[in-house]
């Protein structure tokens, strides 16, 4: 039986793999401490995901370790040896990550180069998945000419289909979340690079999902939806309530990275979103909402936008989609929307 170590495996995506996966038959090694709780109370608990994936799948086995102690996961490792390495686990927070600089650069940074050697010292044919972020990319996109419309921002000309690879990560405001994980995506792509291992970096739009903890801090479309259904104010920080990001269903994301598995390439970076069709608005998002609940939301304007926060953002997936033609977005905004919502009780 193929092993699969996640890190993260009780968080959004970490949890769809784990499920994905198990279903296929490969004995899961899931890593999560729970870290997500400590850090946006008990509304970002992923206890309930912990006990679902122990009591479905006896190929499952779980690990409430920390990611930064070496010994322990040099240990398991050792002893594994998996075939594939799916890292998921981070702080997540744009914002809350300046409150915790030490915290958040170990858990993201130093804790995947953990990852990396311990791969490189065990296992080295066995593919390395990062879930990177667009963060990467810091506020650059910001810089971009832009089209404002009635209820979103739109990219012009060469950036029309989104964002791709090749645009920079340099010379920006990233917010110190974003540092980490531009230094984690950097080792992945070295080590992929420089010992001709099989590694990627996702650089993920909005992640989204019925079964994802979503907190204000993060977890934008899952947070508004719950907002609504649950009538909580929810906030809108900035920019006319017209910043877009792409939203793709955990399942789209674990569809991809069991296809990179079974076909990995060396060093590759590729941005993983819904792209533009999958691209709304916190004015659209709203409405849409709205239109599914007959909830009115309740909303507080705050002018102020979020410290480098994207106007626009949208994956281009030309890449993904020319190295992997066997993928596609398979859900759709209609379909996220009303899962969230009927999953929320």
């Excluded at 070295?190 to 019925?210: A, D």
């Excluded at 106007?311 to 997936?317: A, P």
Aim: aromatic share 14%; proline share 2%.
């Amino acid at each position: 039986m193929k092993k699969i170590l996640i890190t993260g495996s009780n968080g959004l995506i970490g949890y769809e793999l784990s499920n994905f996966f198990a279903r296929k038959g490969y004995s899961i090694i899931g890593i999560d401490n729970n870290f997500r709780k400590k850090f946006f109370g008990k509304n970002g608990d992923t206890s309930m995901m912990k006990k679902k994936l122990i009591n479905k799948f006896k190929n499952y086995k779980h690990f409430s370790y920390d990611i930064r102690n070496k010994f322990k996961i040099e240990k398991i490792f050792k002893k594994y040896r998996p075939n594939a390495i799916i890292h998921c686990a981070a702080q997540p927070s744009h914002d809350y990550a300046a409150q915790i600089v030490f915290d958040n650069f170990d858990i993201n940074a130093n804790a995947t180069l953990n990852l990396l050697e311990f791969n490189k010292k065990y296992t080295p044919q066995s593919p390395f998945v990062f879930l990177s972020t667009n963060k990467v990319y810091g506020d650059r996109p910001n810089s971009l000419k832009l089209i404002e419309k009635k209820t979103r921002w739109e990219f012009n000309n060469k950036y029309k289909n989104g964002i791709d690879e090749n645009f920079s990560i340099d010379q920006s405001l990233h917010s110190l979340f974003g540092v980490s994980k531009v230094a984690a995506d950097l080792l992945v792509q070295e080590y992929g690079k420089y010992y001709n291992m099989y590694t990627c970096c996702l650089r993920g739009g909005c992640l989204t999902g019925k079964n994802q903890s979503g907190v204000e801090l993060h977890g934008f479309l899952n947070y508004l939806i719950k907002c609504n259904k649950k009538k909580i104010k929810y906030n809108i920080y900035g920019y006319k309530a017209k910043q877009v990001r792409d939203n793709i269903h955990a399942s789209d994301v674990a569809k991809f990275i069991d296809l990179f598995i079974k076909k990995p390439r060396i060093g590759e970076v590729y941005n993983i979103g819904g792209g533009k069709k999958n691209s709304i608005s916190v004015s659209e998002a709203i409405d849409k909402i709205e239109k599914i609940s007959k909830i009115k939301m309740k909303t507080k304007y705050i002018k102020k936008n979020r410290i480098g926060d994207h106007i626009c953002y949208y994956s281009n997936l030309n890449k993904i989609k020319k190295h992997y033609p066997a993928w596609k977005i398979t859900k759709n905004l209609d379909y996220i929307f009303k899962e969230i919502f009927y999953s929320i009780k």
